[in-house]
């Protein structure tokens, strides 16, 4: 075992220059959230004895409230197991970075620490354990874009369907302006109101977002309205769909579901990327309208963990008896 010092960085004034190949784990990000309301980054690094950099992995602390029902915590997010330059090093090192942060995020009160999309469904199981987490089954759906084009991969029927709601005016294009993010945000609250195992950061994160090159939002329109909307994130080599919403009462007959995910496919593959992959598909319940829909464009379904744990003691060791394995 070699001799590393993890340091966890939390101004980005004082963040060394790294090797990001994951928009999840970048500096980019870092300084998003930097300056985004109610979201806190740190940037964990190891560094072996000669001072290099050997891995990084960016957490995320959003502060949750409302009045209606009233509520206030934070919560801690990590998108994966960080950035390593050596496959070798990397159980030891996710070992040393996980304990550390999870100990730092224990001190801001986090009122739990959830970790979703791990490379590997068993990577790092040891150590989660370990760490006091316990693991929720979850489903992933990614979409393969390299063997067949978009149009291959569709049915008759579903081909008849765009092709209507391209004849009746829907339409897809870019979000440029803060106007356009301000109009695709109000549905994103309107979407994830309910939703709260999902956290929805604030507008400014969006804004800043469209500046950068790692990924686009797409608005799906009819005539004036925005009617739906995605944001796709372009991280190692693949494409990402973050998040998604869509106005399903007044504008349901315009299907913006399905024109969202169209879109998103097909200029991902425009693009050149090899994968789509849905990152907010939920739990794998056997009915997701969400999950139905996905899978209706030829994408592959798979389970994964994703691993959770409580500040509260007693709640944390009741949830682990529940969903234990």
Same mark, same amino acid.
């Given at each position: 075992?070699?001799?590393?010092?993890?340091?966890?960085?939390?101004?980005?004034?004082?963040?060394?220059?790294?090797?990001? #190949?994951?928009?999840?784990?970048?500096?980019?990000?870092?300084h998003i959230l930097e300056q985004t309301p109610g979201s806190?980054?740190?940037?964990?690094?190891?560094?072996?004895?000669?001072? &290099?950099? #050997?891995?990084?992995?960016?957490?995320?602390?959003?502060?949750?409230?409302?009045?209606?029902?009233?509520?206030?915590?934070?919560?801690?997010?990590?998108?994966?197991?960080?950035?390593?330059? @050596?496959?070798?090093?990397?159980?030891?090192?996710?070992?040393?970075?996980?304990?550390?942060?999870?100990?730092?995020? *224990?001190?801001?009160?986090?009122?739990?620490?959830?970790?979703?999309?791990?490379?590997?469904?068993?990577?790092?199981?040891?150590?989660?354990?370990?760490? @006091?987490?316990?693991?929720?089954?979850?489903?992933?759906?990614?979409?393969?874009?390299? /063997?067949?084009?978009?149009?291959?991969?569709? /049915? @008759?029927?579903?081909? &008849?369907?765009?092709?209507h709601l391209e004849e009746i005016g829907v339409t897809c294009?870019?979000?440029?302006?803060?106007? &356009?993010? /301000? @109009?695709?945000?109000?549905?994103?609250?309107?979407?994830?109101?309910?939703?709260?195992?999902?956290?929805?950061?604030?507008?400014?994160?969006?804004?800043?977002?469209?500046?950068?090159?790692?990924?686009?939002?797409?608005?799906?329109?009819?005539?004036? =309205?925005?009617?739906?909307?995605?944001?796709?994130?372009?991280?190692?080599?693949?494409?990402?769909?973050?998040?998604?919403?869509?106005? #399903? *009462?007044?504008?349901?007959?315009?299907?913006?579901?399905?024109?969202?995910?169209?879109?998103?496919?097909?200029? /991902?593959?425009?693009?050149?990327?090899?994968?789509?992959?849905?990152?907010?598909?939920?739990?794998?319940?056997?009915?997701?309208?969400?999950?139905?829909?996905?899978?209706?464009?030829?994408?592959?379904?798979?389970?994964?963990?994703?691993?959770?744990?409580?500040?509260?003691? =007693?709640?944390?060791?009741?949830?682990?008896?529940?969903?234990?394995?």
């Amino acid at each position: 075992m070699g001799s590393y010092d993890i340091r966890i960085i939390t101004r980005g004034k004082d963040l060394p220059e790294m090797h990001c #190949r994951s928009f999840f784990h970048s500096t980019e990000l870092f300084h998003i959230l930097e300056q985004t309301p109610g979201s806190t980054p740190y940037m964990v690094i190891a560094l072996n004895e000669s001072g &290099e950099i #050997r891995a990084h992995l960016l957490a995320t602390v959003n502060r949750r409230g409302s009045l209606l029902p009233p509520y206030l915590y934070s919560v801690g997010r990590i998108y994966g197991e960080g950035e390593y330059e @050596d496959n070798e090093e990397k159980a030891e090192l996710f070992a040393l970075i996980l304990k550390a942060i999870t100990t730092r995020l *224990k001190r801001r009160l986090c009122l739990y620490v959830e970790v979703s999309h791990i490379s590997k469904k068993m990577f790092g199981y040891k150590t989660f354990r370990e760490n @006091d987490y316990f693991p929720i089954r979850w489903m992933l759906i990614h979409n393969s874009l390299h /063997s067949k084009t978009p149009e291959e991969r569709l /049915s @008759d029927k579903m081909k &008849e369907r765009i092709h209507h709601l391209e004849e009746i005016g829907v339409t897809c294009q870019e979000a440029t302006t803060p106007e &356009e993010i /301000s @109009d695709f945000y109000k549905i994103l609250k309107n979407f994830y109101r309910f939703k709260f195992q999902y956290f929805l950061p604030k507008k400014k994160l969006f804004e800043q977002f469209i500046a950068t090159h790692n990924g686009r939002i797409y608005l799906v329109m009819y005539k004036k =309205w925005v009617i739906g909307g995605c944001v796709v994130v372009y991280s190692d080599g693949n494409a990402y769909l973050w998040y998604m919403a869509s106005k #399903r *009462k007044s504008f349901a007959k315009f299907r913006p579901t399905t024109m969202t995910i169209w879109n998103a496919l097909q200029d /991902s593959h425009r693009r050149g990327y090899p994968h789509l992959h849905f990152m907010n598909v939920g739990l794998p319940y056997s009915k997701n309208p969400i999950r139905e829909s996905i899978l209706r464009f030829g994408g592959k379904p798979a389970s994964t963990n994703y691993w959770f744990r409580y500040s509260i003691g =007693w709640l944390n060791k009741l949830l682990k008896w529940i969903y234990r394995e």
